[in-house]
């Protein structure tokens, strides 16, 4: 699983918080010094790019299993026309050396940056050993919670993988023990198909104060997604050339009552993406309003839909996967 910080930056203020959460996130996680280091100046000018050039914006720090680390830093200002250009060093706009982005592109494996005009910027910038590029996730507690009752996890096979995402009811501790209790439990019968998780799921969860849960199945042989849901986890799949197929899940609440639970197929799936998210954020957005967004890294398009579209007063977690390429 992942841990994840999210900073907003309205003030030169927030960039010295920013740069000390994502120290502290390090530390906690066992990262060394020198990658700590790095880290640092990365998170300092993504922040200060953020107030230069965004009018303002967050930056979202995730640790992940591999030990790396991967810097977001998001925003709604007025976009960059040429991306290539604004990533060489000596390039400014502000009237500044404009090193910004030169010296994150330095200190990191990879960077990942996208613009729109009138819409805002999304930067990634990753660090240390390499993750799986064709899943990324966040997962951010309500404001003001150290709790977060959201939680997702996913198991990669021969076949295809096998994702889920869990929103324990309410918020704060409660909340997360449900949402954890969910993990352990899908990582017990992982192997199972969706339908079978989700009655185990439902089963688990009765101790607990219940939750919403929804599992899907890309099935790499037969190009299909297979998907169970119970409550208001939302789930999508993009398609590779347009497009959007919202995923069925039934009423009710895993742990409590479940009337029905029906796996629903999804067939041509290749190349797509599919996005589960909590109810942190809404169902509302659209891909189209993002050129190019669909191509990117998920993680990337994970950060740009919690960005522009997270509800600000609740639990979020939002997992997108690439199926099956070509």
């Given at each position: ?10 003030d ?12 502290a996130?390090a ?11 790095r880290?640092?100046?990365?998170v300092t ?11 303002g ?7 992940g299993?591999h030990?790396g ?11 960059m ?9 000596g ?18 494996e ?35 919670e150290e ?47 969706p ?18 849960v929804a ?7 037969s ?8 409550g208001?986890?939302a ?7 347009g497009?959007?197929?919202r ?5 009710g609440?895993a742990?409590l009552?479940a ?21 942190g ?13 669909a ?9 740009v839909?919690?960005?522009?579209h ?17």
């Open positions: 699983m992942t841990t994840t910080v999210d900073v907003r930056v309205a030169a203020s927030q960039v010295a918080e920013a740069r000390r959460r994502a120290a996130l530390d906690t996680a066992g990262v060394d010094a020198a990658l700590q280091g880290l640092a100046l990365v000018e993504l922040a200060t790019n953020l107030l230069k050039h965004g009018g914006g967050r930056i979202v720090v995730v640790v299993e030990t680390i991967d810097v977001l830093a998001l925003d709604s200002g007025p976009g026309d040429d991306v290539g250009a604004c990533m060489a060093d390039y400014s706009t502000a009237g500044t050396p404009g090193n910004g982005l030169g010296a994150v592109r330095r200190q990191c990879h960077v990942h940056v996208l613009s729109w005009r009138g819409v805002g910027t999304a930067v990634l910038a990753r660090l240390g050993a390499g993750g799986d590029d064709t899943i990324g996730a966040l997962v951010v507690p309500m404001p003001g709790f977060c009752g959201d939680a997702w996890s996913a198991h990669a096979d021969a076949g295809g993988r096998t994702v889920l995402v869990v929103d324990g009811l309410g918020h704060g501790p409660e909340a997360a023990t449900a949402a954890q209790a969910a993990v352990r439990e899908f990582q017990r019968c992982r192997a199972e198909p339908q079978a998780i989700v009655e185990a799921l439902h089963q688990a969860l009765r101790p607990t104060r219940g939750g919403a599992v899907a199945r890309i099935d790499d042989a190009d299909t997604v297979s998907y169970a849901g119970v208001n986890i789930a999508a799949l993009a398609g590779a050339g497009g959007l197929r995923l069925v899940s039934h009423n609440t742990g009552n009337r029905r639970i029906q796996a629903f197929e999804y067939p041509g799936a290749r190349n797509g993406l599919l996005v589960m998210h909590s109810d954020i809404s169902a509302s957005w659209s891909l189209d309003r993002y050129p190019g967004l191509r990117a890294h998920p993680l990337l398009v994970a950060g839909l919690y960005h522009h997270s509800r600000g007063r609740d639990d979020a977690a939002i997992v997108v996967t690439r199926c099956i390429t070509s």
